[in-house]
């Protein structure tokens, strides 16, 4: 029978399958953060239960650390007591942990991969929607709830249902200036944010094996926010040059034989899919959402839309509210929407490619005087040691844009970073919704270098 990825990742972690359709799934990986982890820990404590196998765990801080100095600590109480459980968790469970000192630490989506603690072909889940990052590396990776946190620790297995599977084709040469970003916001603008309900989707086409791994990730990191539990790409030799000699990776013998399996690890020719989604990537121009959905989204040479050309009642509806909350006119060019901050970082685009990119834009320029605040938050200590080590951090700081501490930081605005009532940000990350980056906060979601650029011009420009 010829099979998708997906039938193939899932096949090959059945422990149990029920008429229903319900199934057992081994898990290969466990990704813990101090968000999702506490509740799961103290069950576990509560019911006497061991950790079935303490290696397939790796747990970081990274949703509630401060981006400035650490020697200081964590001034808010609750992110406090949330970074403190979890050391506390790590240390008597005896879980491999990157703490909040640990140069090692950063966003769990960034460690994951760069530890090589994420490979090709395994499932990986974590208390967080946006684990879906990890199957750009030919895993099926995604986000579980605490109780299946608790499951997982306890059993190292998850109760699921298998999805239906969508290929989201993707063929052509991508624009200069146009990026992973703007595909996936693209694929979103295309199909929607309820688009992917119930899928599984594989990205696939010339566009996607020409991106990088980090720009894979990217893609992978946002088929959450198109309504599909898991983003996935196929194995190539990008992948498999990506996660040689990481420290989670096998080596010797090891290697080879792992490396033999992982090249079977795609999409049979003529296998079917439930639905196929296809996009030219010529078409793609750089993308800025309007609204408080990552759907609401148009290009840089775009309008903010007017609700009085929509003809969906119901669309009109959430346009116009919308509209309100994000304080913007219908027609208003993207071009002339000014913005008051910058936040370059989250586990969508904090990597070493991402912080080069907007670092080329901002060389030998200075932040615009609208903006008060510019900030690169690295994904890991280690993105950002490299990005040091290339001088990356002088040349935002001479752009006056702030260096930061690894971590979350205002992606969502649980630790100090945050955006004051009414103020406009260009961001990186990947959710626009209301009060995302701090209450009353106005987000646009763009890439990387068009956040650097917007930060220098003061409004969003076309950085093609
Ligand atoms: C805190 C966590 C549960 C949440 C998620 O699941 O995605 C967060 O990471 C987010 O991005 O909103
Ligand atoms: S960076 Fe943002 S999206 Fe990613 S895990 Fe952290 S809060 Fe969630």
Redesign the pocket.
């Known amino acids: 029978m010829l099979k998708t990825l997906y039938d193939k990742l899932w096949d090959s972690h059945v422990v149990r399958a029920d008429a229903d359709g319900t199934t057992v799934l081994y898990i290969d990986r466990h990704l813990v953060?101090e968000?999702?982890s506490p509740q799961a820990f103290e069950g576990l404590r509560e019911a006497g239960r061991p950790l079935w196998r303490t290696a397939a765990n790796l747990a970081v801080a990274d949703?509630n650390v401060p981006t400035t100095d650490r020697r200081q600590g964590i001034a808010d109480p609750t992110s406090r007591l949330q970074v403190e459980t979890l050391d506390g968790n790590a240390r008597s469970f005896g879980l491999t942990y990157f703490n909040m000192n640990d140069k090692r630490q950063g966003i769990v989506h960034v460690i994951g991969p760069e530890q090589g603690a994420t490979l090709p072909g395994m499932t990986v889940v974590c208390?967080?929607?946006?684990t879906s990052t990890h199957g750009a590396f030919g895993c099926l990776a995604h986000?579980i709830g605490t109780s299946e946190v608790e499951h997982v620790l306890a059993t190292q297995t998850l109760l699921a249902k298998k999805s239906k599977s969508m290929l989201v084709q993707v063929d052509g040469q991508l624009p200069a200036g146009v990026t992973a970003k703007d595909v996936v916001l693209a694929v979103i603008g295309k199909i929607g944010t309820a688009g992917g309900t119930g899928y599984a989707i594989e990205f696939a086409g010339s566009t996607i094996r020409a991106l990088s791994m980090e720009g894979r990730m990217t893609v992978c990191n946002m088929a959450?926010e198109a309504g599909a539990r898991a983003g996935m790409v196929a194995v190539d030799q990008t992948t498999i040059d990506y996660v040689k000699g990481r420290p989670f990776a096998p080596s010797g013998p090891h290697w080879e034989q792992a490396v033999a399996y992982w090249r079977t690890l795609h999409t049979d020719p003529g296998a079917k899919f439930d639905l196929v989604v296809t996009l030219d990537a010529a078409q793609i121009r750089p993308q800025v959402t309007w609204g408080t959905s990552p759907e609401m989204v148009t290009t840089i040479d775009g309008r903010v839309p007017d609700p009085d050309q929509e003809k969906d009642p119901v669309k009109r509806d959430a346009m116009e509210k919308a509209l309100v909350y994000m304080g913007l006119k219908p027609n208003t060019a993207i071009a002339d929407i000014r913005i008051d901050k910058v936040f370059i970082g989250s586990c969508t685009n904090s990597r070493i490619e991402d912080l080069r990119a907007a670092a080329a834009v901002v060389r030998g320029h200075y932040r615009a005087s609208n903006v008060k605040l510019a900030m690169v938050v690295p994904g890991s200590g280690l993105v950002k040691e490299q990005a040091e080590r290339e001088g990356l951090d002088q040349v935002f700081k001479a752009a006056g844009f702030e260096w930061r501490e690894p971590g979350?930081s205002m992606?969502?605005a649980?630790n100090a970073d945050r955006l004051e009532p009414g103020e406009r940000c260009a961001s990186t990350s990947?959710?626009n919704f209301e009060g995302r980056q701090g209450q009353g906060s106005r987000t646009h979601l763009v890439s990387p270098a068009m956040a650097a650029a917007a930060g220098i011009a003061g409004h969003f420009v076309d950085v093609r």
């Open positions: 953060h968000v999702t949703h208390g967080d929607s946006h986000g959450i979350c992606c969502l649980m990947n959710r």
